[in-house]
């Protein structure tokens, strides 16, 4: 693309059109006896005036004579052919010229014209015409005659991403490849975009057009359709004929919708207000006729013209409330945004705004807007407002608060949602008191429905088996996938069920029904992140931190902060990542946000998970005090709760882990105790428990190397792939018998999900293998305890590159943590001292 286009005079035929032009050439060279006509139909661009003037060079080159009508004279030489060009646009009496001369028995003639207009005469004409080939109608390029017109213009052959974006943006229309390549290679292709200059060409194309075909070209524009008995509003009974011309034009394509760069420059060369009257007036019709009128809106608004609640007036107000309430299980910021526009030309609607925006995300508008319709007395909307902000508080964290609003509420779902709040602050006599509620008004809907289902699982998962509870939540959640994003919700059943999940160990189950979710869009924007930030918590446990990094993330993207659910979620996510990295640097940088979101956040039953990770992480950085509060609190409500299992089980893990760090053994002991007496609740709480066992017996230095292992293997088995390998290897770190470290350190690595691979041993002579002499004489020193900088002073060497020499041990030896590492270190210096 770096030529400066030729002028292109040959047009890249079809092989229909090489034929037709072979078949007219030899039958006029044969001889003025010879019949040598043909018909050409095509819409504007398509190419008629280029082709014929292929016929006429290839008419020229065989000797025969070619003329136009009306050239030298009113009769041409009897054995000339007369090439006609734009037909369609011939008055009455040249085509009766042509007719007559057909009818003398000269059929030497070509005639080339749009379907539209369609004179009388022309029409008598074409059927008088012979055809010894069939009537050729052109059709847009594909995209290999589009890539040899660029070829051709260019003499150069163009790169496949230049011919597949001309082609995108020209529809084929050849004139409009020829427009678009020449401008391109002018602009010297360095990027791919329609220069200004391809659309200014088109101006006395559009100025040209019949004031209906314009109106007509600007409803396709606003993205409708071309429907008659539309535009017979638009621009009167001649509906149908404004339409063909306006195909005619080739400016629309075979769908009804405009050429891409056709659209640009209508964009840009009609003027304002004549496309702000035609898309006003479409609005009105659309409303008449009760059709989609998002599209004029968006149009207008994309327009620029602005100002639409000052100067529309009541029809106005009416398109912008029609368009929101389109808008809005798709599009909920727009739709909040409509609905502002429609309130100040005039019709309010603040409940649907407020909950435009909640679905959107925006929810202090959602929180505001809903908290003044409650202050409105006499309103008929309070109880529907006081649902929505109870819903925006719930995100918030204020559970309490907002089961006090459902309550007063009594609208729709309402006493369920209710229910399942009072649950979560360890509420249960009030909870089952407002499932005994109904509703004041309101038919049973699918909301209610999953929201009843929803509030009989968290009830189940506090006082019955794990299996119910999932059960409950799961049928909840398919209920709402069918509601898809235009519902706001406190929190979404599949979030609900994938919690119970992670806290009885069916990961499976918890990572599907967040993924239909996810892809239903349950919730809208509202409950994205938390599906994101479970699905991460879901990778976490399992081990795959990478995963995890990714997805916290994604969830983390944007511009929005997180609501205080979700922050207490992604910290705890970053806190746990840092943590199961070993990396100490990046603890101590995601503190403070752990800070942050537990003083924005209260503790609920939904947030223990949460909760559990900062223990472990404030034990580890000897922040304990930050917690003290926390976990208090965390006791209270399951003590309130009746000490369910499912939920407490997850929380005494934690614990015990955060009293191993913090080297309290009493307090470990105490959660061990905890754990095995919920022991036969679940399978991750049997797990759970003779894993808890396993760490107090290897804290006290008694590794029974098959307990371990057991043990780390039934944590594996209910998906807690990391907790498994960690058990294992600590124990391999505390073990003095090299055999029994040898293989729980084989065993953490398995239950980490990579392949054992040969023997400890041989793995070990690799391994050391793969080791520089110095390397080892650092891996020695360390096992000795020696820090980097006595090492570097011993060796003559610099700190930096101890550590140096430590990474790439790591990473050479497939260690995923220090304390892994140290363990394989301690086993290759066995090996070197044994004889």
Request: proline share 7%; net charge neutral.
């Amino acid at each position: 693309m770096n030529r400066t286009p030729a002028v292109a005079r040959r047009l890249v035929l079809s092989a229909p059109a090489r034929r037709l032009v072979e078949a007219v050439v030899e039958a006029a060279a044969a001889g003025p006896e010879e019949v040598a006509c043909a018909q050409v139909r095509a819409v504007g661009g398509h190419g008629k005036t280029a082709l014929l003037r292929e016929l006429s060079d290839a008419l020229g080159a065989a000797g025969v004579p070619v003329r136009t009508p009306w050239q030298g004279g009113p009769e041409p030489d009897a054995d000339a052919v007369l090439l006609v060009d734009d037909a369609h646009l011939l008055d009455p009496a040249r085509l009766a010229a042509l007719l007559e001369r057909v009818r003398r028995g000269r059929p030497r003639l070509v005639l080339a014209y749009r379907p539209w207009p369609r004179p009388a005469a022309l029409l008598e004409l074409a059927r008088a015409l012979p055809r010894p080939v069939p009537p050729l109608t052109l059709t847009p390029f594909g995209p290999e005659q589009v890539r040899a017109c660029l070829a051709a213009a260019w003499e150069a052959t163009p790169a496949p991403e230049v011919a597949a974006f001309v082609a995108a943006q020209t529809g084929g229309v050849p004139a409009y490849v020829t427009r678009l390549g020449a401008a391109l290679a002018r602009a010297g292709g360095v990027r791919l975009e329609v220069p200004a200059a391809a659309v200014a060409a088109f101006t006395a194309e559009l100025d040209e057009l019949d004031p209906d075909v314009r109106r007509v070209l600007l409803a396709a524009d606003a993205g409708l359709g071309l429907e008659i008995d539309l535009l017979a509003g638009l621009v009167g009974g001649e509906a149908e004929e404004a339409l063909a011309a306006t195909r005619a034009t080739g400016l629309v394509g075979r769908d009804g919708q405009l050429v891409p760069i056709a659209r640009l420059a209508l964009a840009a060369l009609t003027p304002a207000a004549e496309r702000v009257a035609v898309w006003r007036r479409l609005t009105e019709l659309q409303l008449d006729r009760r059709g989609p009128v998002l599209p004029l809106v968006r149009s207008l608004l994309a327009a620029g013209a602005g100002d639409l609640d000052r100067s529309g007036g009541a029809g106005i107000a009416a398109a912008l409330h029609t368009a929101a309430e389109e808008a809005f299980d798709g599009e909920p910021a727009l739709a909040a945004e409509l609905f502002a526009a429609a309130a100040a030309a005039g019709r309010p609607a603040p409940v649907r705004q407020a909950q435009a925006a909640a679905l959107a995300g925006d929810l202090d508008t959602a929180l505001r807007l809903a908290d003044q319709v409650m202050a409105t007395p006499g309103s008929p909307e309070r109880a529907e407002a006081a649902l929505l902000a109870a819903t925006v508080i719930a995100h918030r964290g204020q559970l309490a608060r907002s089961a006090e609003l459902y309550r007063w509420s009594d609208h729709g779902p309402s006493p369920a949602f209710a229910a399942i709040g009072l649950l979560g602050v360890g509420q249960p006599a009030e909870a089952d008191a407002a499932l005994r509620q109904s509703p004041a008004d309101g038919p049973p809907t699918l909301l209610a429905g999953a929201a009843g289902l929803m509030a009989r699982g968290v009830r189940a998962s506090v006082s019955g088996p794990a299996t119910g509870a999932l059960s409950a939540l799961v049928q909840a959640a398919a209920l709402l996938e069918s509601a898809g994003p235009g519902v706001a919700l406190p929190d979404s059943p599949a979030a609900l069920a994938a919690l119970v999940a992670l806290h009885c160990g069916e990961l499976d189950i918890g990572e599907s029904v967040l993924a239909r979710a996810a892809a239903a869009g349950v919730g809208g924007a509202l409950l994205a992140r938390r599906h994101a930030l479970l699905r991460a918590w879901l990778d976490l446990v399992r081990g795959d931190l990478a995963g995890a990094q990714a997805r916290l993330a994604a969830a983390s993207a944007g511009p929005d902060r997180p609501e205080a659910r979700d922050l207490v979620f992604a910290a705890a996510l970053g806190i746990g990542l840092a943590r199961r990295r070993s990396d100490l640097a990046a603890l101590h940088r995601a503190w403070p946000v752990a800070c942050e979101a537990l003083v924005r956040h209260p503790i609920d039953l939904f947030t223990l998970l949460p909760l559990g990770e900062f223990a472990i992480a404030a034990a580890r950085l000897g922040q304990q005090r930050w917690l003290t509060t926390h976990l208090r609190d965390a006791d209270q409500l399951l003590a309130g709760l009746g000490e369910p299992p499912l939920w407490a089980v997850p929380l005494h893990w934690s614990a015990l882990h955060a009293a191993v760090i913090a080297e309290q053994p009493a307090l470990a002991a105490r959660q061990v105790t905890a754990l095995t007496a919920h022991a036969g609740h679940t399978a991750y709480a049997a797990a759970a428990a003779a894993a808890a066992a396993s760490w107090l017996e290897v804290l006290n230095g008694r590794v029974d190397p098959a307990a371990v292992e057991s043990a780390a293997r039934g944590l594996h088995e209910v998906g807690f792939r990391w907790d498994a390998a960690r058990l294992a290897g600590q124990a391999a770190i505390r073990t003095t018998d090299r055999r029994a470290m040898t293989a729980l350190l084989e065993c953490a690595r398995a239950l980490q999900g990579r392949s054992p691979g040969r023997p400890a041993e041989a793995a070990a002579r690799a391994a050391e293998a793969v080791l520089s002499d110095r390397e080892r004489e650092v891996a020695r020193l360390v096992l000795d305890g020696l820090t980097y900088r006595e090492i570097g002073d011993r060796l003559f060497i610099a700190a930096k590159t101890v550590e140096h020499h430590m990474a790439r041990m790591r990473q050479r030896l497939g260690c995923a943590t220090r304390a892994d590492l140290l363990a394989r270190l301690r086993v290759l210096t066995a090996d070197e001292e044994s004889p």
